[in-house]
């Protein structure tokens, strides 16, 4: 794929959008305005969230909803899953088809509600007044079909009747709209693979990220609300296949000697000699797969595509498998929470190209966004005693006050407490609406649950790129934490999470990664080495060096990939790629696909 425009694109939408919120937001907040007249519940909610977090993260926030829709409109467009094309023209026309569709007076009764389709009828029959009745029309046609999307996606489409909708841009309909440069950056070649979605969603962000490098050159630390941008690197698809074929593929292949699932998988390392001692899977809905720092998904697609291979030779009836698969098999867990979203997005749609009428199921991805909760001792205790001190153990308290800092620690935190899925169901099935008191309390109580529920299962792979920052980025209470709760790997976070990613597999389950390589070779990381080699299986490994990354370039980041099974194995012999002498991406893959089809893994 061809990545230049996209990354233009979505530079320039960032920059775009964020004057276009910020001057909607202006005349919002105008003394008399219409909003004010017309919407002031919204408009007092809009004043609200200003107070709280400040304007430009505000706008910003906005700028990235309505990037994030637009985006996925336009894919669903491209790929025929919408009825109508929302923000795309029917071929050889202009404007968008839902609009000339409104024109000729046809709207949908499901999608567009009564009160909203009087609106546009009086507006485009001029009965109303508009300076722009059009472009008024369009932004309710859109406003209607993401709260229609909302019943399939409600992790994206979230129910629109707040500031969301006030701050939407007013030019959506002219040849210098953001619309059409959105339709523009995603051709229809473009938007055969959902991996484009990835793609934008990390140069939307590289701005930001190339600021927050700037500032650690003058010593500034990374705080929390910029560690999504500092840490995300969209995994080039040969390093996924890589990964997922050698831990997910493997242990099918594993269990099923017979099955004809490697011919597909061109980055496979066979064993070099048969085994008899592996993890025992009975089934596809065994392979329970986690990637804890998700991003937008990519790592999960492609998995997804494995599985449904998988399943499809078990014998499972297509039209169950892509539910099959989202409900047994995938699970990501995601810091930032607009990267959860398109992670989220993505597994649906991938799973609409499987099965037509998947988006009816209203199957929600496993996609866990970790948010910052804190509780008062007060309150916890005025909790308590509401809904039975027998449920709350030190260890569930201790549980629910370790995520005051999960924006900060991530997938990193280790619950204290093991039995989260038996306590939550528990609490879900209590009602608390009616005590206003405790009704926040308790959503939020449920909100850390389902974040510990997450991060203490156990999976039999996981596989991640998972962030990259040395101690010198980190802030205090980073710094702080990770001496004290990760002692061995301390110096970066992707050591972390090579331990933590450890502890999430069960016992023989797989870890695939791709991080620096810095863990193999420097002191600092010694006790690391040390854990992994004499508890755990280097099953293989790909040394890539510099310059595996295409998007970042240059001796920036030196990477290895590799794949370790959670299980001490001394006398196994592990296969090894030295890619360290390849010159871009594409060298390096060439030298990987041919050095495994001519067995030449040492």
């Known amino acids: 794929m061809d990545t230049s425009k996209l990354k233009k694109f979505a530079q320039f939408a960032r920059r775009t959008l964020g004057e276009q919120v910020g001057a909607k937001l202006a005349l919002v907040l105008s003394a008399g305005s219409a909003a004010r007249r017309e919407s002031p519940a919204a408009v007092s909610q809009l004043e609200r969230a200003m107070q709280e977090d400040g304007q430009a993260q505000v706008v910003e926030r906005v700028a990235y909803t309505w990037f994030n829709r637009f985006c996925a409109l336009r ?3 491209v790929n025929r899953y919408t009825r109508i094309g929302v923000v795309s023209p029917a071929e050889g026309q202009f404007q968008p088809e839902i609009l000339l569709e409104a024109k000729m007076g046809h709207l949908d009764e499901e999608m567009v509600p009564a009160p909203a389709r009087q609106q546009v009828t009086e507006l485009l029959a001029g009965r109303s007044p508009s300076h722009d009745p059009q472009g008024e029309a369009y932004r309710l046609l859109v406003v ?3 709260n229609a999307w909302h019943q399939a996606m409600p992790f994206l489409f979230e129910r629109i009747s707040d500031y969301t909708e006030l701050l939407m841009p007013d030019d959506l309909l002219s040849g210098n709209s953001i619309l059409a440069y959105t339709r523009e950056a995603m051709t229809p070649e473009a938007c055969q693979d959902v991996e484009v979605i990835g793609w934008l969603y990390q140069f939307y962000i590289s701005e930001k990220k190339d600021a927050v490098f700037e500032g650690l050159k003058k010593n500034q630390k990374i705080t929390p609300e910029n560690i999504p941008a500092a840490t995300q690197l969209f995994t080039p698809h040969w390093i996924v296949r890589y990964l997922v074929d050698n831990s997910l593929g493997r242990l099918w292949l594993l269990n099923r000697p017979g099955s ?4 597909q998988m061109a980055y496979y390392i066979p064993p070099e ?23 937008s998904g990519h790592m999960l697609t492609y998995a997804f595509d494995l599985l449904y291979a998988i399943y499809e030779e078990e014998g499972f009836d297509a039209a169950e498998i892509p539910e099959k698969i989202l409900t047994h098999n995938l699970y990501g867990i995601e810091l930032d929470e607009r990267a959860g979203e398109l992670a989220a997005f993505a597994l649906t749609m991938k799973a ?7 988006f009816n199921k209203r199957v929600k991805p496993h996609i866990t966004v970790l948010e910052k909760v804190s509780f008062s001792r007060e309150e916890l205790d005025e909790y308590m005693g509401h809904v039975g001190r027998d449920l709350f153990t030190h260890g569930l308290r201790d549980t629910l006050q370790q995520f005051d800092q999960a924006d900060n620690f991530g997938s990193l935190i280790v619950p ?29 109580v449920l909100s850390v649950l389902r974040m510990a529920d997450a991060l203490s299962s156990r999976y039999a792979v996981v596989v991640a790129n ?24 301390k110096s970066d976070l992707f050591a972390m999470f090579i331990e933590r990613n450890l502890d999430l597999t069960i016992k023989g389950g797989a870890v695939a990664m791709i991080t620096m390589q810095s863990w193999m070779f420097l002191s600092s990381f010694e006790a690391l080495r040390s854990r992994i080699l004499n508890q755990h299986t280097i099953l293989s490994m790909a040394h890539l060096g510099a310059r595996a990354f295409d998007s970042i370039g240059g001796e920036v980041v030196s990477t290895t990939a590799f794949v370790l099974e959670n299980k001490h194995k001394p006398y196994y012999r592990g296969a090894y790629l030295r890619l360290v002498d390849g010159n871009s991406e594409a060298e390096k893959m060439e030298m990987m696909v041919k050095a495994i089809a001519q067995g030449q893994a040492a």
């Open 273 to 295: 000699k048969p085994e008899t001692d592996f993890l025992k899977i009975n089934g596809p809905e065994d392979l329970k797969v986690c990637d804890p720092a998700c991003g």
């Open 75 to 77: 894919f669903m467009d």
């Open 352 to 358: 609409r190209s499987r099965q037509r009428r998947f």
């Open 416 to 444: 204290k407490v093991g039995n989260v899925a038996d306590v939550l169901a528990t609490l879900e099935a209590k009602d608390m609406a009616s005590n206003l008191f405790l009704a926040d309390t308790h959503q939020r």
């Open 144 to 146: 209607a079909a993401c």
């Open 466 to 489: 998972p962030p990259y920052m040395g101690s010198k980025g980190m802030n205090p209470k980073l710094s702080d934490w990770a001496k004290s709760t990760y002692p061995n790997s």
């Open 260 to 263: 004809k699932l490697a011919e």
